[in-house]
């Protein structure tokens, strides 16, 4: 049991070889070992893009390229205003920031460009 290794899918611990297969015994996923390997090398890395198709990096600045409405506020983020210091994330809002006048929130890397 020392050769198993969790399944990709469900991540349970209790799988099995099966003809050069790994076999998950709960959901029953199959899945070649040596393609997962390489499959997983190649996802670590994160890569968020702007609007204009460059890739944004943790602490970079970006420009709103149009006016964004935010719930509980009177007056939308306006095109131009200009963001420090972002923290990319995982999810549908990529990006966490702080915007002065409006605080922390979440914005789509795909309505910001790269300063």
């Not at 990006?95 to 309505?111: A, P, R, T, V």
């Amino acid at each position: 049991m020392s050769d198993a290794m969790p399944c990709p899918k469900c991540k349970n611990e209790y799988t099995y070889e099966s003809e050069g297969l790994m076999v998950c015994s709960e959901c029953f996923y199959e899945w070649n070992p040596e393609e997962e390997a390489e499959n997983a090398a190649s996802d670590d890395v994160m890569v968020v893009l702007d609007s204009n198709g460059n890739q944004l990096q943790n602490g970079d600045s970006v420009i709103v390229i149009k006016d964004l409405p935010v719930k509980g506020m009177p007056k939308p983020v306006k095109a131009g205003t200009k963001v420090k210091n972002i923290r990319l994330t995982d999810g549908d809002h990529n990006i966490d920031c702080k915007i002065e006048g409006f605080g922390s929130m979440g914005l789509k890397s795909e309505f910001v460009r790269k300063a």
